[in-house]
């Protein structure tokens, strides 16, 4: 709970995954702010998400001990609960008083969302949930758990269990989280040196980017949802440049707007701060 609670320290420098980071959760606020006409931004945001999954499982099995017990597990899990867990909770009701409140004053920003389905708590919380970007987070809570079997498979299988869940995963039968999770995870616990080496090199990008990457990542979609209504309203849909003009407009405008809250919370309330973004 330390690290949930600890006061952000000074800029550190850190490495080649800080800001792989960084340029994934651009492309998701990219992908989110796309309009049907632009689907070159969809083709070229494709990877985020499965990227996502793989850093995921590589940072989670990075350390591992050779033979890794119950309580090591234990230690990640509660770990995890603290950095998935809490934040989906917390970003999952803000998203539904954000959509109550806009539901009962302004109906005509959210027509067409959700329908009474916001009223069930299991969607609020899982099905959906409220915060439709958060299924990445609902997604790596699941194969988080699974994470004892996941390194059971990868112990005695190695990339031949990463090569069948992606022949499971290309047929439509495997999940495409435990293909791509796994495939991290094995890379953490059977290192290639070069790509080692390539993603632990230094970089410019601060350390505390993990923690403003993951707030953009958690609040962008509400943000998204008004100001792409808005931007309808006021640019008409009709032409391509239209489409552009709202879509730069909306990636510029969430990014810059929740960069400023996350540097206000940060600067007022640290501790909530990084109760918000899991301690990162």
């Known amino acids: 709970m330390d690290t949930v609670l600890r006061k952000p320290c000074a ?16 492309g998701i606020v990219c992908r989110h702010a796309t309009s049907n006409n632009l689907q070159v931004v969809v ?14 499982g590589y940072l989670f099995f990075a350390n591992t001990p050779q033979q890794p017990d119950w309580k090591w597990f234990w230690a990640k899990l509660r770990s995890r609960f603290f950095t998935l867990v809490i934040p989906y909770i917390i970003a999952n009701v803000i998203a539904w008083l954000c959509f109550y409140f806009a539901i009962t004053k302004v109906p005509s920003m959210v027509s067409g ?5 916001w009223r069930n708590p299991l969607f609020v919380f899982w099905t959906g949930p409220v915060n439709m970007s958060l299924w990445f987070i609902r997604e790596l809570i699941v194969v988080v758990l699974l994470s004892p079997l996941i390194w059971f498979l990868l112990r005695y299988t ?12 290309a047929f439509k039968i495997g999940p495409a989280p435990l293909f791509f999770f796994s495939a991290g995870a094995c890379l953490g616990l ?9 993603m632990r090199a230094p970089s410019r990008t ?10 953009i990542y958690l609040y962008h979609y509400l943000l998204l949802i008004g100001l792409k209504k808005g ?15 709202v879509w730069l407009i909306s990636v510029i405008t969430v990014i810059f707007v929740l960069t400023t809250v996350y540097a206000l919370l940060r ?14």
């Not at 070229?44 to 995921?56: E, H, K, R």
Request: contains cysteine; charged residues 15%.
């Open 190 to 198: 059977y290192k290639i040196q070069a790509a080692e080496k390539w």
């Open 43 to 56: 083709w070229l945001t494709d990877p985020c998400v499965p990227l996502f999954f793989a850093l995921s």
């Open 206 to 215: 601060p350390v505390e980017s993990r923690a403003w990457t993951y707030f």
């Open 11 to 26: 800029l550190k420098g850190g490495n080649r995954l800080d800001f792989i980071r960084v340029l994934l959760t651009i």
């Open 267 to 280: 600067r007022m309330a640290p501790r909530f701060t990084g109760i918000l973004v899991g301690g990162k």
């Open 231 to 245: 931007l309808s309203m006021l640019i008409p849909s009709g032409s391509l440049w239209a489409d552009i003009a």
């Open 113 to 117: 969302f959700f329908g009474d389905q």
């Open 158 to 169: 190695r990339w031949w269990g990463v090569l069948a869940l992606g022949v499971l995963w």
